[in-house]
């Protein structure tokens, strides 16, 4: 059974950085693509980054490129998000989910999720 568990979120204020984990299990981590997505209250959940098997290939959605950075160790079964210069508008509840295939970027293409992890930005 895969799981994946997030930790790391938190309050911080507008220009600050947190860092989130992703912890899996259940699974062969390095043949999984892992991906970032937030969630703000009352809207769709939406891409945030993604990373490919071994690390080699990352994309961003455009609000958070040159901010965000995802990576990932596959020694250690966990994938990070590396958030800088936060901004109100990035509070969301924020979910990690893996995939076999790299690069997608719809939530209904991942079947497997965390339970996500929340962070609110102040202004």
């Known amino acids: 059974q895969v799981q994946l568990v997030e930790s790391g979120g938190g309050l911080v204020q507008a220009g600050g950085s947190l860092r989130l984990s992703c912890a899996a299990s259940?699974?062969?981590?390095?043949?999984?693509?892992m991906a970032w997505f937030r969630q703000a209250s009352g809207k769709e959940r939406e891409f945030v980054a993604a990373?490919?098997?071994?690390?080699?290939?990352?994309n961003y959605a455009d609000s958070v490129k040159g901010r965000f950075t995802i990576d990932r160790d596959n020694a250690k079964n966990t994938v990070y998000l590396q958030m800088s210069s936060l901004k109100p508008e990035d509070t969301a509840v924020y979910y990690c989910?893996?995939?076999?295939?790299?690069?997608?970027?719809?939530?209904?293409?991942?079947?497997?999720w965390g339970q996500g992890t929340q962070d609110t930005v102040s202004s």
């Open positions: 990373i490919s098997w071994r690390g080699g290939n990352t």
């Open positions: 989910a893996a995939a076999r295939a790299y690069g997608l970027k719809r939530p209904s293409e991942y079947a497997n």
């Open positions: 259940g699974l062969t981590f390095s043949s999984y693509a």
